[in-house]
């Protein structure tokens, strides 16, 4: 089996398909100014709108439409934030960790400190004897059913969707963002402390200007949506039921990426809002891609067109899979689990 998987991998990576994605790994300075253009300015305008609104005594019902415009630029520039970690973003080491520190304090979240952690989730995504590098919480079907009560509560808890796309991103950005991560290094911590100053002294402006209430007012309903959305796409990028997932020894990056990273087809205005991580199969498969370049890359390789792909209404029933059945190679529910259960049970007792 371990002799198929290296075969695989060897097969995809001499391929004449694999080897042209190179060419969309060039950043290109052009598009990166004018989607820094393109994003920034509009949501600092949103920004500086809903202030005057609320200054002027408009009733903050009237600001959640743009707060969720806002919203959605501001998940558009942690793309922005995510290439810069892969070193993407720009061809200079220097501008890609300028603009990670900018619009890493933007999205509350240390450029140094998440660019490791998310390398080792690119080099584990789908590894079963590797969890818990960057990724959400999946239990096997056995070890649930080994698990004691506690766990199973605990488990069942974490992955209900008000804790999954709620209460996790923000204790995550606003709080767990706030420390190294375990393992980090000295410029980790430093990019945790400098990030930590940079948040600190945006609050502090912007307390001093605008006042601390008309602030939280326009800051807290923006990175609420912000972050529920940022969750829910990592989350149906590696959640879906034909996923991907292997034990170690027969673990293949190259199925990982193609297999376990889903093709996420959004509508256009949504993938742009998105920033192409939809397409995150191609990205698994070449993190060296920039946002800007995913389509185009997608676009001429027919092999990555061949991926099954979800939509916003089939991506839907990821939220109702919980577990990875190692059997059937599928990611299942709870219910799953209990019907499976009953109808082995049944098939005993019949013997």
Request: proline content about 5%; aromatic content about 14%; glycine content about 6%.
């Amino acid at each position: 089996m371990q002799s198929e998987t290296v075969d695989l991998k060897k097969q995809i990576a001499q391929s004449d398909w694999y080897k042209g994605l190179s060419k969309y790994e060039k950043p290109n300075v052009p598009k990166a100014t004018w989607q820094i253009l393109n994003t920034f300015i509009p949501y600092f305008a949103l920004w500086a709108v809903m202030v005057r609104m609320l200054q002027v005594g408009v009733s903050f019902w009237y600001i959640l439409p743009i707060a969720a415009v806002a919203a959605g630029l501001l998940a558009r520039i942690f793309i922005f934030f995510h290439d810069c970690c892969h070193g993407s973003f720009f061809a200079s080491r220097t501008a890609n960790k300028i603009l990670g520190f900018v619009s890493g304090v933007l999205v509350f979240t240390p450029h140094e400190d998440w660019r490791r952690t998310h390398s080792q989730h690119h080099s584990s995504s789908g590894d079963l004897d590797r969890r818990g590098n960057g990724d959400v919480w999946t239990m096997t079907t056995d070890e649930y059913l080994a698990a004691s009560k506690l766990q199973r509560f605990t488990y069942r808890l974490f992955r209900s969707p008000p804790v999954l796309f709620v209460i996790a991103p923000l204790f995550m950005f606003m709080l767990l963002h706030r420390f190294p991560h375990k393992g980090a290094g000295r410029r980790e911590r430093h990019s945790v402390m400098i990030t930590n100053f940079g948040i600190l002294g945006v609050v502090t402006l912007a307390c001093a200007t605008i006042g601390w209430r008309t602030y939280l007012m326009v800051q807290v309903p923006i990175v609420f949506i912000a972050f529920g959305i940022g969750v829910w796409l990592f989350y149906v990028q590696h959640q879906f039921e034909d996923d991907y997932w292997e034990h170690h020894g027969d673990w293949d990056p190259m199925r990982a990426a193609l297999e376990g990273s889903s093709y996420y087809k959004l509508p256009k205005v949504l993938q742009w809002f998105t920033g192409n991580i939809g397409l995150h199969h191609v990205h698994h498969l070449r993190p060296g891609i920039p946002n800007y370049n995913l389509q185009q890359a997608l676009d001429e390789t027919p092999a990555l067109q061949e991926v099954p792909h979800l939509t916003l209404l089939t991506s839907l029933k990821s939220l109702f899979l919980h577990l990875w059945d190692e059997k059937t190679k599928k990611l299942v529910g709870f219910g799953w689990l209990r019907t499976h259960r009953r109808a082995s049970a049944s098939a005993t007792l019949s013997r």
